[in-house]
C-alpha cells in the first residue's frame, strides 16, 4: 500500500530554515509527481510545490517562490522540501502528497512553527 511519511519539521525562529522530507513507498515513485502542501489552523489546506518525476517541472504556489525549494531523490524514493527565511506566517501542517492511479495519498504530516 501507498505510504508517505513526512519528517523534519520543529520549532524555528522567523528567518530560519528547515528541511523537510517525505519518505515513499508502495508505487513507483520514479515516475511520479509529488507534491507538498500546508494547512495552517483554521484555513483549508493549501498547495505549496510539486515537483515531477523527472525533477525537470517544479512549480511552486506565489508565496513560497524564491524561498522555498522542492526536490527528490528517486534512489532514496524521498521528496525534499527545503524552506529559507521562514516567516510566521508560514506555521502549519505540513503535508506530503502523491497522485496514484488516481487516488491521493497523503502523510500524517509534520508540524513547522516560526515564532520568536
Known amino acids: 500500500q501507498v505510504q508517505l511519511v513526512e519528517s523534519g519539521g520543529g520549532l524555528v525562529q522567523p528567518g530560519g530554515s528547515l528541511r523537510l522530507s517525505c519518505a515513499a513507498s508502495g508505487f513507483t515513485f520514479s515516475s511520479n509527481a509529488m507534491s507538498w502542501y500546508r494547512q495552517a489552523p483554521g484555513k483549508e489546506r493549501e498547495f505549496v510545490a510539486r515537483i515531477s518525476g523527472t525533477s525537470i517541472t517544479r512549480n511552486y504556489a506565489d508565496s513560497m517562490k524564491g524561498r522555498f525549494t522542492i526536490s527528490r531523490d528517486n534512489a532514496k524514493n524521498t521528496v525534499y522540501l527545503q524552506m529559507n527565511s521562514l516567516k510566521p506566517e508560514d506555521t502549519a501542517m505540513y503535508y506530503c502528497?502523491?497522485?496514484?492511479?488516481?487516488?491521493?495519498?497523503w502523510g500524517q504530516g509534520t508540524q513547522v512553527t516560526v515564532s520568536s
Open positions: 502528497n502523491a497522485i496514484w492511479r488516481g487516488l491521493h495519498y
